[in-house]
């Protein structure tokens, strides 16, 4: 498997922003999608947003406006912008990258916790 490495995160006030980063590890070809997921205590693993490699994005409804995300297909990294946090955006944060047709690769994790 793809190491990817994963930044950013963290501990933030309601209201803030954070910013997280992922990139692949190694020489490898350029991906086809970029992803991040999200998984709250007790809840299953779910889409935040994605992007492909001809740049269509897409977003869970519950990040919309809030959230950009945004990723180089060719050096396989992938960024995730989130402003105007909420308590219930506090989960592991994690990265997707796939190549077509069935190869993916999946982050380490990173907790990002929203509280006062």
């Known amino acids: 498997q793809v190491p990817l490495v994963e930044s950013g995160g963290g501990l933030v006030q309601p209201g803030g922003s954070l910013r997280l980063s992922c990139a692949a590890s190694?020489?490898?070809?350029?991906?086809?999608?970029l992803a991040w997921y999200r998984q709250a205590p007790g809840k299953q693993r779910e889409l935040v947003a994605s992007i492909t490699s001809d740049g269509i994005r897409n977003y869970a409804d519950f990040v919309k406006d809030r959230f950009t995300i945004s990723g180089d297909s060719v050096k396989n990294t992938v960024d995730l912008q989130m402003n105007s946090l909420k308590p219930e955006d506090t989960a592991v944060y994690y990265c997707y990258i796939f190549w077509a047709p069935s190869y993916a690769s999946w982050g380490q994790g990173t907790q990002d916790t929203v509280s006062s």
């Open positions: 190694g020489t490898i070809s350029s991906s086809d999608v």
